[in-house]
């Protein structure tokens, strides 16, 4: 069972930036890293539906919500088995609980809701 572990969420002014961090560890990790996963960030509003904001491949691929696209980036650190998101021009509607997930073998769209390993959620909150 792979293990993911976000961090790096804060409360932050409009126009600011931070940088999420989803640690994974256990499963495939111990034997081919994250290399061999598929993996994504999502973000839930409260009184909203989960919703994908960025997905990258195992292959590098990367996969955009029209609503951060210029905004956000994902990243991996196959070294460190850990994924980044780059929050730039943060703007209040990007407030919300941010999840980290991963697919050995991904059967959903890559910003569908699909995956099958999930961490905990770090929390982002952006005042105007």
């Known amino acids: 069972q792979v293990k993911l572990a976000e961090s790096g969420g804060d409360s932050v002014e409009a126009g600011g930036s931070l940088r999420l961090v989803c640690s994974a560890s256990?499963?495939?990790?111990?034997?081919?890293?994250?290399?061999?996963?598929?993996m994504a960030w999502f973000r839930q509003a409260p009184g909203n539906e989960l919703e994908g904001v960025a997905a990258?491949?195992?292959?590098?691929?990367?996969t955009y919500a029209d609503s951060v696209k210029g905004r956000m980036t994902i990243s991996m650190n196959y070294n460190l088995n850990t994924l980044y998101l780059q929050l730039d021009s943060l703007q209040p509607e990007d407030t919300g609980m941010y999840y980290c997930?991963?697919?050995?073998?991904?059967?959903?769209?890559?910003?569908?809701?699909?995956?099958?390993?999930w961490g905990q959620g770090t929390q982002v909150t952006v005042s105007s």
């Open positions: 997930a991963a697919d050995p073998a991904r059967r959903t769209p890559p910003l569908g809701p699909g995956y099958r390993n």
């Open positions: 990258i491949t195992r292959d590098g691929t990367t």
């Open positions: 256990g499963g495939t990790i111990n034997m081919f890293g994250i290399s061999a996963l598929d």
